[in-house]
């Protein structure tokens, strides 16, 4: 049986992105498994970031506040991507369906890149990311792709661990 939970909704996470982030904003806190974990030096917060063989990107992180987790997926492919649009997204990962909206980006990102993210406070959601190899995200008007989430329950243990070293 597949159980649907809503990903909540709140502010627009401000993400930095992908290999031209800004050297003065993000430093490379260390790797593990394909992923980069990196602090956000205005946010005093990290995030985990893997880029694919077709330099597609994937990021995750918290909120300024810590309170909410954002995933984002970017690409340098043509999209119809808009800065600020919402739609709906599906996302499958394991036996778990996530339902919410996606936010898009473009612009205020690595140039040449566009794309979305999502946020979640389930802790379900953080702890399928982590046990499960792979998600299938269901945007409402593109095609559906996958994502591979291969490493990142190390890269997630790398993160709180540069997180509570921010705190301190």
Do not use: H
Request: net charge negative; hydrophobic share 40%.
């Amino acid at each position: 049986m597949l159980r649907i939970k809503q990903i909540a909704t709140a502010a627009i996470v401000t993400a930095a992105l992908t290999t031209g982030a800004s050297a003065e904003t993000y430093e490379k806190y260390g790797e593990v498994e394909g992923w980069k974990v990196f602090v956000d030096q205005e946010k005093k917060s990290c995030l985990i970031e893997a880029v694919d063989a077709f330099e597609n990107v994937v990021q995750m992180g918290l909120t300024a506040d810590r309170s909410i987790g954002y995933l984002g997926v970017f690409t340098k492919a043509d999209t119809n991507i808009k800065k600020g649009d919402t739609e709906g997204v599906a996302i499958l990962i394991g036996e778990n369906i996530y339902l919410g909206e996606v936010t898009g980006m473009r612009g205020n990102i690595t140039k040449g890149y566009s794309g979305g993210y999502v946020l979640s406070d389930s802790p379900m959601f953080v702890k399928d990311i982590e046990q499960q190899y792979e998600m299938v995200v269901f945007p409402e008007t593109e095609y559906s792709f996958v994502v591979d989430l291969a490493g990142t329950k190390k890269a997630i243990e790398m993160a709180r661990e540069c997180n509570d070293k921010q705190i301190n």
